[in-house]
C-alpha cells in the first residue's frame, strides 16, 4: 500500500509537457511522478534530469542506459525500479534473452565484456559505502569513452535518487512494467513486493 497515493495526471496541468515526456518512452505516466506532483517543482526537476541522462543523441545505447538503472536498482532493493527499467530496456530494443539475463550478466554469452565492466561500475558506483576502485575506473576508460563514462554515472545517480523516492514512498506499480519483469525474471524469483497491490 502506498505511503502517499499518486495523484490524477490532471491535478497539476502546468506538467502536462512533463508527463507526456513518460507517455512516449514507457507509454503512461509513473505513479513516482503523480506522488511527486504534489510539490510540481520536484516532478519538473525530474522531467528534466531524465530527459537529460536519457537523452536519445547520448552515446551510450538507450536500452542498455536503462539496463545500468536496473543493476543499480537491483543494489537498493527498489523492486518498483527494476519493474520499470525492464519496460524501458525493452521498449528501447533490449532482447527477452538480455532482460532475463540481467542478474547473471557477469557470466551471460548475451553481454559483451565492454557492458559487463559498465554493469559492474554502476554496481560498485550504487554501492554504499561507494565501491568504485581506481583500477576499475582505469579499466573501464579502456573500453568506454570519458563522456560514456559520465553518461553512465549519471543514470547511476539519477536511480540513486529514484530508488530512495519510490521505495520510500511504496509507489504502486503499474500492470505493465510489473507484467514485463514477472515475465523476465519472475522465475528467478522476482516479485513486486511492497510495491503490489
Excluded at 512516449?24 to 506522488?35: E, I, M, Q, W, Y
Excluded at 530512495?164 to 522465475?187: F, I, K, Q, Y
Aim: charged letters at 20%; one cysteine or more; a negative charge.
Amino acid at each position: 500500500m502506498p505511503r502517499l497515493a499518486p495523484l490524477p495526471p490532471e491535478t497539476t496541468p502546468e506538467l502536462k509537457p512533463h508527463f507526456d515526456f513518460f507517455l512516449g518512452t514507457l507509454g503512461f505516466t509513473p505513479n513516482s511522478v503523480l506522488t511527486m506532483q504534489r510539490r510540481p517543482k520536484l516532478a519538473q526537476a525530474l522531467a528534466v534530469l531524465n530527459a537529460a541522462v536519457m537523452d536519445p543523441e547520448s552515446d551510450v545505447d538507450l536500452g542498455f542506459r536503462r539496463l545500468i538503472g536496473h543493476v543499480v536498482s537491483q543494489v537498493s532493493g527498489c523492486r518498483y525500479c527494476q519493474a520499470h527499467t525492464l519496460l524501458g530496456a525493452k521498449n528501447f530494443g533490449v532482447s527477452e534473452a538480455k532482460l532475463a539475463d540481467i542478474w547473471t550478466f557477469a557470466s551471460s554469452p548475451h553481454y559483451s565484456e565492454r557492458e559487463r565492466l559498465a554493469l559492474d561500475f554502476a554496481l560498485a558506483a550504487a554501492s554504499q559505502p561507494n565501491a568504485v576502485t581506481d583500477e576499475q575506473f582505469v579499466e573501464l576508460q579502456r573500453h568506454w569513452s570519458d563522456g560514456e563514462i559520465v553518461e553512465i554515472l549519471g543514470v547511476v545517480a539519477m536511480f540513486a535518487f529514484l530508488n530512495r523516492w519510490n521505495d520510500t514512498m511504496a509507489t504502486p506499480l503499474e500492470a505493465v512494467p510489473t507484467a514485463v519483469a514477472e515475465r523476465a525474471l519472475g522465475a528467478q524469483g522476482w516479485t513486486p513486493g511492497k510495491h503490489g497491490a
